[in-house]
């Protein structure tokens, strides 16, 4: 394979990498290709043996693949293309803009791109966007034997041979599923439904979430999992590999939206400073204004400050205190909904949980702030005023206020989200803290203002 976009010999650069990588796995050459520019990158797959630099292509773990391929002769980019899954062709081809998506489509053979374009008209994260269509089945009149020659003949080019699907002959409807440890233990002469699973295969619909089809291989302890249509025709399998993938896609995405910005969409040392500005600033932004509510809230107890200056001392205690029980129980929700624990409908009965728990949180969290103001005082460590038990009290009742406020604000938030059709990650930790920093001044100062009034205020 030579690339006529690319100034330096390719296999002189393939020979330099390989020699320099020598006795190194794919997965280490991958990571290894990953350092290099495209360019680069590309010079050293185009001099590689063809079936080696597929199973490069094929690991999603590699990045820029789609740039690379884009670089490519036409002729060279097509060999590759036609030897990798179609369903990490269709990821790569999707990965590309119009012009370049559509030189590479159309160096495929007729049946590859009807194959692809099946596959790409599925949305993503649904069972139809991250199947592959290369599968083994076989008719149900088939021995056992005529089973194990197909897959020799076909192992090559099939994503996995540990499931083997058997079709009705006549309607090519899902009968039955059978593993390649049953068939290799079968006789020879004997029905392939001799050996097949008992009772109805799992299958997944094309449209099923990838959670859902995550949960239900989980469930059913399955290597691959067959997506049918309306009919039970096998239109192509999940297996666990790609589940993986793109579940740890999704976590990565999720954790950064938690963390109070956008998802990069990139590994964090290949986005560039402009965009690292922009996925941040305007979280930062949004935070940094709602905290100035903060200063709002403050401002108009400012009277109430003047009179009783020993109330400042409890407010970052208060404010963190409610921030970190929003925080607590938003992870809690988030994670419970991901998993399938929790429904949209199940809102009330979180509600109802959540109520006595910040209660009890807040009582403990109260009762420590109450000792401690006890403790400081009797002690002589600081002076707290002729009204100090009174200040202790307004602690520990604001304490159970406000975590209490903080656990069901946190809970009822990522339920909020769903239902406006939002990802429930936003519910992140930084914007939870903050909605309830602001309303843990009000609860505070009202719960002040309702036991000091008459003495300090």
């Known amino acids: 394979m030579n690339i006529n976009r690319f100034p330096l010999r390719a296999g002189h650069a393939a020979r330099a990498f390989i020699n320099n990588s020598r006795g190194a796995t794919i997965a280490e050459h991958v990571d290894a290709l990953n350092a290099l520019s495209v360019q680069d990158a590309g010079r050293v797959l185009s001099g590689m043996p063809l079936d080696y630099a597929v199973n490069i292509l094929d690991r999603p773990e590699l990045r820029n693949a789609a740039q690379i391929l884009a670089l490519m002769g036409a002729e060279d980019a097509a060999r590759l293309l036609h030897g990798m899954s179609n369903d990490r062709v269709a990821d790569v081809l999707l990965e590309l803009d119009g012009e370049a998506r559509a030189r590479l489509f159309s160096s495929l053979d007729e049946p590859v791109r009807i194959a692809i374009q099946h596959l790409m008209g599925y949305p993503p994260r649904t069972a139809g966007g991250i199947m592959t269509t290369e599968f083994v089945s076989v008719p149900d009149s088939w021995t056992v034997a005529q089973t194990l020659d197909h897959v020799r003949q076909v192992e090559r080019s099939r994503e996995t041979v540990y499931a083997i699907y058997v079709l009705d002959e006549v309607s090519h409807a899902l009968m039955h599923v059978v593993t390649l440890r049953r068939l290799i233990t079968g006789e020879p002469d004997a029905s392939i439904l001799s050996v097949a699973q008992k009772g109805t295969p799992v299958s997944a619909d094309p449209l099923m979430?990838?959670?859902?089809?995550?949960?239900?291989?989980?469930?059913?302890?399955?290597?691959?999992?067959?997506?049918?249509?309306?009919?039970?025709?096998?239109?192509?399998?999940?297996?666990?590999?790609?589940?993986?993938?793109?579940?740890?896609?999704?976590?990565?995405?999720?954790?950064?939206?938690?963390?109070?910005?956008?998802?990069?969409?990139?590994?964090?040392?290949?986005?560039?400073?402009?965009?690292?500005?922009?996925?941040?600033?305007?979280?930062?932004?949004?935070?940094?204004?709602?905290?100035?509510?903060?200063?709002?809230?403050?401002?108009?107890?400012?009277?109430?400050?003047?009179?009783?200056?020993?109330?400042?001392?409890?407010?970052?205690?208060?404010?963190?205190?409610?921030?970190?029980?929003?925080?607590q129980a938003t992870s809690l929700i988030i994670r419970a909904l991901a998993l399938g624990e929790l429904k949209l409908s199940d809102w009330w009965k979180v509600l109802l949980r959540e109520l006595p728990t910040g209660i009890v949180l807040g009582a403990i969290l109260g009762l420590v702030g109450f000792i401690r103001i006890v403790f400081w005082q009797s002690a002589g460590l600081y002076d707290y005023g002729p009204h100090w038990q009174m200040v202790a009290i307004t602690v520990f009742a604001a304490l159970i206020g406000i975590v209490t406020f903080g656990s069901i604000c946190g809970s009822m938030l990522p339920f909020l989200l769903q239902k406006l059709r939002l990802d429930p990650a936003s519910a992140s930790a930084p914007f939870v803290a903050t909605l309830v920093d602001v309303t843990g001044l009000v609860i505070y100062f009202?719960?002040?203002?309702?036991?000091?009034?008459?003495?300090?205020?």
């Open 446 to 457: 009202s719960v002040a203002l309702l036991i000091l009034s008459g003495t300090l205020l």
């Open 209 to 327: 979430k990838q959670e859902d089809v995550a949960r239900l291989i989980r469930k059913h302890d399955l290597l691959a999992l067959p997506v049918t249509d309306e009919h039970g025709q096998v239109l192509g399998i999940v297996t666990v590999d790609d589940v993986i993938d793109t579940m740890i896609s999704d976590t990565t995405e999720a954790a950064q939206k938690f963390g109070g910005m956008e998802a990069l969409g990139q590994p964090y040392m290949k986005i560039n400073f402009a965009g690292m500005i922009r996925k941040r600033a305007g979280w930062l932004a949004a935070l940094f204004l709602g905290e100035m509510l903060t200063a709002s809230a403050m401002q108009h107890f400012e009277g109430e400050l003047e009179k009783a200056v020993v109330l400042t001392l409890f407010i970052p205690l208060i404010m963190s205190s409610g921030g970190n029980s929003g925080s």
